[in-house]
């Protein structure tokens, strides 16, 4: 129910750089850990990174640890995803998500989803 809204997505050349902004709105985003997930054409939504509501613990997968980082800024409600050392099969749609409870890495884990951002990476 809670209103997220991706944004910061685009085209860039490999190694390259971008960063993605997440920013929510309702009255319980500081107590709510969120994540990050991406999905490929013909694909399920694919865990990116994950991060507390305190922003003390944050999680990646494998495919994205030491080149993103996620962060937030409670304050601004909003949430980031930092993306450097870019890889053509980085390529997807990108969504943020409000995480509910369960295991993290799961899609099923979270129950409010943004639009998604295009991100796009070339040779």
């Known amino acids: 129910q809670v209103p997220l809204v991706e944004s910061g997505g685009g085209l860039v050349q490999a190694g390259g750089s971008l960063r993605l902004s997440c920013a929510a709105s309702?009255?319980?985003?500081?107590?709510?850990?969120m994540g990050w997930f991406r999905q490929f054409p013909g694909k399920e939504r694919e865990f990116v990174a994950h991060?507390?509501?305190?922003?003390?613990?944050?999680v990646y997968a494998d495919s994205v640890k030491g080149r993103f980082t996620i962060s937030r800024d409670n304050a601004k409600a909003t949430v980031y995803l930092q993306m450097n050392s870019l890889k053509p099969e980085d390529t997807a749609v990108y969504y943020c998500?409000?995480?509910?409870?369960?295991?993290?890495?799961?899609?099923?884990?979270?129950?409010?989803w943004g639009q998604g951002t295009q991100v796009t990476v070339s040779s």
């Open positions: 998500a409000e995480y509910y409870r369960d295991t993290y890495y799961y899609s099923s884990a979270y129950r409010y």
């Open positions: 991060i507390s509501s305190s922003g003390g613990t944050t």
């Open positions: 309702g009255h319980t985003f500081t107590s709510d850990a």
